[in-house]
């Protein structure tokens, strides 16, 4: 086992990779009542075409990660919930596009809970009529976010953006792609990403780490895995052009909403300067759009945002692209103010003390999520699949230079790759 250290934070993680592949992470922190478990595996909607080892190259059905998330909480005996809540525990669980998450919290029964968390997602229990049962929950679920505003600009932009790269699909899928789905197929998808060497457990909270590796271990231990070896993730080329400039849908809302974005190459998908290239991002955004921003109080102050305005940053293998905006009653106004002060930012270059202050401010931010195990579950989980140290973000920040946030400005705000969605009501 290894103990890693973090003194500035006043943190220890442990760490060990077991025989059959898992990498286990538990992070005690004394004194908490609450413990947070995530049991990740590196697999998420993008994943819809690969090849495991020693395998035929594979093409599966969009939306089929979500689909297989929904599936392993049912068992042959029921519902694994009611188990979680019998022994004190509050579970759940998420795909994202490069990941699918399972996990509890729970302030008591906590090694049970773990038992329970690895034991049901390591035993899948498909049926040809529990498949086409779920086929028409998630359809229905389809439907439902085809009316959510939010739901639709969202994607509306990431459509606009991304023509062959799978991050552009519904994480959930088409209700088409959905019925095509069959108990062989999540099988398949079952075995090739959720063996252990795929996945990792990360524990945060008052809990005995010594202890409770050795519960693990022993509930690993009890198990038989076949070997796996690494597998291959195809993407078709994307262009570098966005798809389509602009994309424009009609739904009841009472005020517009309009997001925007820009697309970039891809950098490193892993490791410390991808980890680097997106505080750096994220840090520039926050700079020019944030809360304590000249800009936002301007927009705020002529009324064409709320506090619904905001902004985001996000990356993955073959993907990178911000999203930018919220309600407004004047997209166009919207839009054209913030492409200007991009424009105006990226040849004058952001001071030097607005820097200063935007660097403080995220370095409090990510300090004040140390006291949430949550976040810490969350966050540690994303910045391990991305090659990174959440516990190292910090010591990042602080080595950040003027000069690379500025360079990132340039780069990033390309107005040749920049699309938007708008929402807009029948009034509107």
Not at 261 to 285: H, N
Not at 320 to 340: H, M, N, Q, W, Y
Not at 359 to 375: D, H, V
Request: aromatic fraction near 10%; proline fraction near 5%; charge should be negative.
């Amino acid at each position: 086992m290894a103990v890693k250290q973090y003194p500035k934070l006043q943190e220890t993680l442990l760490h060990e990779k077991l025989d059959n592949g898992l990498e286990v992470f538990i992070l005690p922190k004394p004194g908490f009542t609450k413990t947070y478990a995530t049991f990740t595996t590196r697999y998420g909607s993008i994943d819809n075409h690969f090849r495991a080892a020693g395998k035929e190259e594979v093409r599966v059905p969009d939306g089929i990660a979500h689909f297989l998330e929904h599936k392993m909480f049912e068992e042959p005996e029921g519902d694994i919930f009611s188990t979680f809540a019998s022994q004190g525990a509050s579970a759940n669980a998420f795909t994202s596009f490069d990941r699918t998450v399972y996990l509890f919290s729970a302030t008591e029964s906590v090694e049970a809970n773990v038992n329970t968390l690895l034991n049901f997602v390591q035993n899948p229990y498909f049926t040809d009529e529990n498949v086409e049962k779920e086929k028409g929950i998630i359809i229905q679920e389809i439907n439902m976010y085809c009316d959510n505003p939010d739901w639709r600009v969202y994607y509306g932009l990431i459509e606009a953006l991304y023509s062959k790269h799978p991050v552009h699909i519904d994480i959930a899928g088409t209700a088409e792609s959905v019925r095509s789905i069959t108990k062989d197929m999540l099988y398949e998808c079952y075995r090739t990403f959720y063996h252990p060497s795929n996945m990792s457990l990360f524990i945060v909270g008052g809990v005995d780490a010594e202890a409770m590796l050795e519960r693990v271990k022993a509930n690993q231990a009890a198990k038989t895995f076949e070997p796996a070896g690494p597998i291959e993730r195809f993407f078709e080329p994307e262009p570098a052009e966005v798809r389509q400039r602009k994309i424009e849908i009609d739904l009841p809302v009472s005020l517009p909403k309009c997001l925007f974005g820009y697309k970039e190459e891809p950098a490193a998908a892993s490791g410390e300067a991808a980890i680097r290239r997106e505080l750096a991002t994220k840090l520039m955004l926050d700079a020019l759009l944030g809360a304590s921003s000249p800009l936002y109080q301007e927009l705020y102050d002529d009324n064409l945002i709320s506090d619904s305005f905001g902004h985001e940053y996000n990356t993955g293998p073959g993907y990178a692209f911000s999203v930018i905006g919220g309600d407004t009653k004047d997209p166009d106004e919207l839009l054209r103010r913030v492409s200007d002060a991009f424009r105006a930012a990226a040849e004058s270059g952001i001071a030097e003390s607005v820097f200063e202050r935007t660097r403080r401010k995220k370095i409090g931010a990510y300090l004040r999520m140390l006291n949430s195990p949550e976040a810490i579950a969350g966050e540690f989980t994303r910045y391990r699949l991305k090659g990174g140290d959440l516990f190292a973000v910090v010591d990042l920040y602080e080595s950040l230079t003027l000069e690379e946030i500025n360079a990132r400005l340039r780069e990033h705000a390309d107005p040749s790759r920049l699309a938007v969605s708008v929402v807009r009501g029948s009034g509107a």
